[in-house]
């Protein structure tokens, strides 16, 4: 059975930072992707962040590409989604996702846009003083 299971979120205070964590278990094959979706309050859930686990390349989206990374772990299975200066705007809900398909195109789209993957459960940021 597929799992991924998302660590880190939580309550930080404006300009602050955060990392999330996601490990994907019961996945054997080694052409996939993982990355994050984010679903702020009011507005349709969005692709924001994308690894390819074999090459590492990634896909960012505009909206949060001078301040948002993603990374893969040493461990495998494992990326991280580092987030600086975060501010009020970036609360909501972020979901860690597996994108067999490998190609990131859903960064940027929404959530009807990842075809081919799994979804975890979500994790909640809240970015308040």
């Known amino acids: 059975q597929i799992q991924l299971m998302e660590s880190g979120g939580g309550l930080v205070q404006p300009g602050g930072n955060v990392t999330l964590s996601c490990i994907v278990s019961g996945f054997t094959l080694d052409y996939y992707a993982i990355g994050w979706f984010r679903q702020v309050p009011g507005e349709e859930r969005e692709g924001i962040s994308c690894?390819?686990?074999?090459?590492?390349?990634?896909v960012i989206s505009h909206a949060v590409k001078d301040r948002f990374s993603i990374s893969k772990g040493s461990t495998k299975n494992t990326a991280f989604l580092q987030m600086n200066n975060l501010t009020p705007d970036d609360t909501g809900v972020y979901y860690c996702?597996?994108?067999?398909?490998?190609?990131?195109?859903?960064?940027?789209?929404?959530?009807?846009?990842?075809?081919?993957?799994?979804w975890g459960q979500g994790t909640q940021v809240t970015v308040a003083s």
């Open positions: 690894i390819r686990m074999l090459d590492k390349g990634t």
């Open positions: 996702v597996l994108d067999y398909e490998d190609r990131c195109r859903w960064v940027g789209e929404p959530s009807t846009s990842l075809q081919f993957g799994y």
